[in-house]
T-cell receptor, first 115, second 114 residues
Framework: EAGVAQSPRYKIIEKRQSVAFWCNPI?????LYWYQQILGQGPKLLIQ????????DSQLPKDRFSAERLKGVDSTLKIQPAKLEDSAVYLC?????????????FGDGTRLSIL | QKEVEQNSGPLSVPEGAIASLNCTYS??????FFWYRQYSGKSPELIMS????GDKEDGRFTAQLNKASQYVSLLIRDSQPSDSATYLC??????????????FGRGTQLTVWP
């Protein structure tokens, strides 16, 4: 089966600019996650969707970050305006549904550099 | 704040040796635990999941879980240079509004030298 698809793979922008990332989960997976991974750290959850609804966005910096999953399949994550501390890899993951024993499968990520 | 702590490493072992990776977690309610392998510049890849106390073996990998001690470990037998990567431990938030969320440790960097 095809894995989680993300684009772009790399993005370089200047601070205060905006950027958007796209994710297409594994076919049939109802739950989609966006993580931020700063160099040398483990992934940190930003937002979790179940179909097209938000399950958990408690760690999303809502003053600058937004995400949507309008049709319950692919998703976009946007940062506007970007800050230097947003330099990180943004990972998208999916699982069949939201549950305690549902393994999450990750895409290749988007490496964001802020100048 | 739920936390997952891993031995900081880096860990270096010779080819053929057993590599032991350790992890502790703070949330007593966690019921699901995962080990991910992450090669440099790549995304995390799921290698083991464990939900019950005891050992779970899959090929050269053995995961061990002790819920009373809030401790998870991963043993890699007959380590190969291709096992050189960062290993991430994750604990699931298994109830309430955070159901499904994974809390990750910082990772332990493993190097297997020939």
């Amino acid at each position: 089966e095809a894995g989680v698809a993300q684009s772009p793979r790399y993005k370089i922008i200047e601070k205060r600019q905006s950027v958007a990332f796209w994710c297409n989960p594994i076919s049939g997976h109802a739950t989609l996650y966006w993580y931020q991974q700063i160099l040398g750290q483990g992934p940190k959850l930003l937002i979790q969707f179940q179909n097209n609804g938000v399950v958990d966005d408690s760690q999303l910096p809502k003053d600058r970050f937004s995400a949507e999953r309008l049709k319950g399949v692919d998703s976009t994550l946007k940062i506007q305006p970007a800050k230097l501390e947003d330099s990180a890899v943004y990972l998208c993951a999916s699982s069949q549904w939201t549950g305690s024993n549902q393994p999450q499968h990750f895409g290749d990520g988007t490496r964001l550099s802020i100048l | 704040q739920k936390e997952v702590e891993q031995n900081s490493g880096p860990l270096s072992v010779p080819e053929g040796a057993i590599a032991s990776l350790n992890c502790t977690y703070s949330d007593r309610g966690s019921q699901s635990f995962f080990w991910y392998r992450q090669y440099s510049g790549k995304s995390p890849e799921l290698i083991m999941s464990i939900y019950s106390n005891g050992d779970k073996e899959d090929g050269r990998f053995t995961a061990q879980l002790n819920k009373a001690s809030q401790y998870v470990s991963l043993l890699i037998r007959d380590s190969q240079p291709s096992d050189s990567a960062t290993y991430l431990c994750a604990a699931g938030a298994d109830r309430g509004s955070t159901l499904g969320r994974l809390y990750f440790g910082r990772g332990t960097q493993l190097t297997v030298w020939p």
